[in-house]
T-cell receptor, first 114, second 115 residues
Framework: AQSVTQLDSQVPVFEEAPVELRCNYS??????LFWYVQYPNQGLQLLLK??????LVKGINGFEAEFNKSQTSFHLRKPSVHISDTAEYFC????????????FGAGTRLFVKA | GAVVSQHPSWVICKSGTSVKIECRSL??????MFWYRQFPKQSLMLMAT?????????EQGVEKDKFLINHASLTLSTLTVTSAHPEDSSFYIC???????????FGQGTRLTVV
């Protein structure tokens, strides 16, 4: 069975500073990896996903993530954050075996301060 | 992108009553739909997976008689919370995928409050 660990429950950062939200996973098979953003009282919006190929994945809103198989990590980064990036961010993993059961991490609250 | 719509977006009901939440795929045929529950400041927990025309597969610990899931068409799945209690108050989110697509799309969620 797979699992996802988001190492930081909250990340406060000043506007225009860079940010990294950490995600580690475990699985006995190859996986697909996702990052989602959730604004208050809303559903999830896909930021980016890694399926195969290049390990550096670029997503929406200036976010990117790098898949590191040896470290089983998929950290999310943005070089310069905005106030509007304040939200909850979820890392998720799905086994690449044909099933679509997706496991989510506990979430990281990104709080961007002026 | 594909659109998944949930209705209602919020609902308040009395203890002991039943509540139905709808999840619709608006521009694609959803062969599989997923129902998640999210407690405040927590992650999403998968409750069940439903394939069109089949019985839903529930995750361990989820009462199938309490959370009735129906996926009778390729564009609609419903979650009925039966005999709701205050501890059922939560944010319920569905997602849907089309056969052959690697991505599942999420609805906007339904906040259920049982009083």
């Amino acid at each position: 069975a797979q699992s996802v660990t988001q190492l930081d429950s909250q990340v406060p950062v000043f506007e225009e500073a860079p940010v990294e939200l950490r995600c580690n996973y475990s699985s006995s098979v190859s996986v697909y990896l996702f990052w989602y953003v959730q604004y208050p009282n809303q559903g999830l919006q896909l930021l980016l996903k890694y399926l195969s190929g290049s390990t550096l994945v670029k997503g929406i809103n200036g976010f990117e993530a790098e898949f590191n198989k040896s470290q089983t990590s998929f950290h999310l980064r943005k070089p310069s954050v905005h106030i509007s990036d304040t939200a909850e961010y979820f890392c998720a993993v799905r086994e690449n075996t044909g099933g679509f059961k997706t496991i989510f991490g506990a979430g990281t609250r990104l709080f961007v301060k002026a | 992108g594909a659109v998944v719509s949930q209705h209602p977006s919020w609902v308040i009901c009395k203890s002991g009553t039943s509540v139905k939440i709808e999840c619709r795929s608006l521009d694609f045929q959803a062969t599989t739909m997923f129902w998640y529950r999210q407690f405040p400041k927590q992650s999403l927990m998968l409750m069940a997976t439903s394939n069109e025309g089949s019985k839903a597969t529930y995750e361990q610990g989820v009462e199938k008689d309490k959370f009735l899931i129906n996926h009778a068409s390729l564009t609609l799945s419903t979650l009925t919370v039966t005999s709701a209690h205050p501890e059922d108050s939560s944010f319920y989110i569905c997602s849907a995928r089309e056969q052959g697509n690697t991505e599942a799309f999420f609805g906007q969620g339904t906040r259920l409050t049982v009083v």
